[in-house]
């Protein structure tokens, strides 16, 4: 891909980072851009953690002592870039940009994060006599000025608490109804999404909506401990549970979709636990059943197993699993590809979700997540690799991929990442959105050279998908280091 325009440079005032903060463990629901910002307002860096840091379930940790508090740490950052769009097998017209990426990141211990910024793009060329100093399509409706929020995080990865802003790679829960889902594929749509998580005795609860400004995708899932509900609390909760979930998507787009909802019913248990001071390794069996309440013969079910292990410096889950699916119900329906088949599903239909039906049949599911360190993991943020791979095959010939893997090479000053989807794979209209990143640190690390590109698909009035690609290469600076 070809990149026009000229270099842009924009210089921050800086202030110093206070220090102090341990990292949080935040889940998966959030981009590479996010898992960096949080690395930089950690005061560890790798190798710097503690012998046996990293504790089994089974180990209960010491209170903080009351004058322990962290202070507040902080991250100024500005990205300065050219951003040009491209048109792919030609459809549209070529547009050029300066985008820059103001963003402060604010930390406080283990339970609050606050990440504000947006990326503004200023044309330089391109677009028509009617096109403005500032890209319409990103703050053209009230869902697109959630993207400012980033990420709020309160009480961090205990029981009870709440994340707000990008959602990337989201499952609520066992998985079954969400499951990798972002709610930014959409190149024109930036909302920002709500997270909630609560605890009472026996009960877990999660729930979640894609979208705080607008009414689009919402659910809960609700666990319930049944080792607990019988015989007391256990030492190690979450050996038994049995889960409800459903979502709700009220499909206004445009308001011709008639809404829809989905149920499902999953029971999990652990069937192997080992731990031992910095390591754990845990094997569970899963079964479910789900459906569309109020359309008979809409149903599917799914059995399978996952292992998790934990080591000083690896963090790997795994899930193999078996579904069959009937009357147009699938598992994973909210998925990595969803917020694109709102517009026009993959595969040789080529209509909007609300009008595609999903063949009956039977698939195999596998999924990795892997974090890898060569020295110590610390705070499962700073890392020489990242894995997340998930990969779907129907027995009807119809695959589904999507993944991304991060590296950090030569000291971690070079940061790259790849991401992609392959939605449909072996059926006529399958579709590929491919991207990735490269970061490298100099001058001691506060400067910063990065490049950006891959594919797009852009919603038309008509309600197709228009291909096209991006490129973006540019300096920032911060006070990470």
Same mark, same amino acid.
């Given at each position: ?185 959409? !190149? @024109? *749509?930036?909302? =920002?999404?709500?997270?909630?998580? #609560? ?5 877990? &609860? /999660? +729930? ?127 998925? !990595? @590809? *969803?917020?694109? =088949?709102?517009?026009?599903?993959? #595969? ?5 979700? &609300? /009008? +595609? ?125």
């Amino acid at each position: 891909m070809g990149m026009h325009g000229s270099w842009a440079v924009v210089l921050l005032l800086l202030l110093p980072g206070a220090g102090g903060a341990q990292e949080a463990n935040t889940p998966e629901d959030f981009d590479a851009t996010v898992r960096r910002l949080e690395e930089a307002i950690s005061d560890k860096s790798s190798g710097e953690e503690e012998e046996g840091a990293a504790q089994p379930e089974e180990e209960a940790s010491a209170p903080a002592a009351p004058d322990s508090a962290p202070p507040m740490t902080n991250l100024l950052r500005m990205d300065a870039a050219t951003w040009t769009l491209l048109p792919r097998r030609g459809a549209g017209t070529a547009e050029g940009f300066v985008q820059v990426e103001p963003l402060v990141a604010l930390g406080k211990g283990e339970s609050f994060r606050l990440i504000l910024g947006a990326p503004v793009r200023l044309r330089l060329w391109g677009g028509g006599e009617s096109a403005g100093l500032v890209r319409k399509e990103d703050w053209d409706t009230l869902s697109d000025w959630g993207q400012v929020v980033r990420l709020l995080m309160v009480g961090g990865d205990t029981p009870d608490s709440v994340w707000l802003g990008m959602m990337e790679g989201y499952s609520l829960l066992s998985g079954h109804l969400v499951r990798r889902y972002g709610n930014r594929v959409n !190149p @024109d *749509y930036h909302p =920002a999404g709500v997270i909630a998580t #609560g605890t009472l005795g026996p009960v877990y &609860a /999660e +729930a979640f909506a894609s979208d705080v400004l607008s009414a689009r995708l919402a659910g809960a899932e609700v666990a319930l401990d049944v080792q607990h509900v019988l015989f007391g609390r256990p030492p190690v909760p979450g050996r038994y549970t049995l889960a409800l979930s459903a979502v709700h998507d009220w499909r206004r787009m445009d308001g011709t979709a008639r809404p829809m909802t989905l149920a499902h019913l999953d029971a999990t248990a652990v069937v192997l636990r080992r731990g031992r001071k910095g390591q754990r390794l845990e094997a569970h069996l899963l079964g479910g059943w789900g459906g569309r309440p109020g359309e008979g013969g809409a149903w599917g079910a799914v059995v399978g197993v996952g292992v998790d292990a934990l080591t000083p410096t690896v963090d790997m889950r795994a899930r193999l699993e078996g579904r069959l699916q009937r009357g147009g119900f699938r598992q994973g329906a909210f998925g !990595p @590809d *969803y917020e694109l =088949a709102r517009f026009q599903v993959a #595969g040789p239909a080529a209509v909007p979700l &609300a /009008e +595609a039906s999903f063949p009956e049949g039977a698939s195999a599911y596998g999924e990795v997540i892997l974090n890898w360190d060569a020295v110590r993991l610390s705070g499962m943020r700073q890392r020489h690799l990242f894995l997340s791979l998930g990969v779907e095959a129907f027995s009807w010939g119809r695959v589904d991929v999507d993944g991304r893997v991060e590296a950090q090479l030569f000291h971690r000053n070079l940061t790259v990442g790849v991401g992609g989807l392959a939605t449909a794979m072996g059926q006529p209209g399958a579709r590929y959105v491919v991207s990735g990143e490269a970061r490298w640190r100099f001058l001691g690390g506060n400067l910063y050279a990065l490049g950006q590109g891959g594919t797009l698909l852009f919603p038309t009035p008509e309600g197709t998908l228009r291909p096209g690609a991006f490129a973006a290469v540019g300096l920032g600076v911060d006070n990470a280091r």
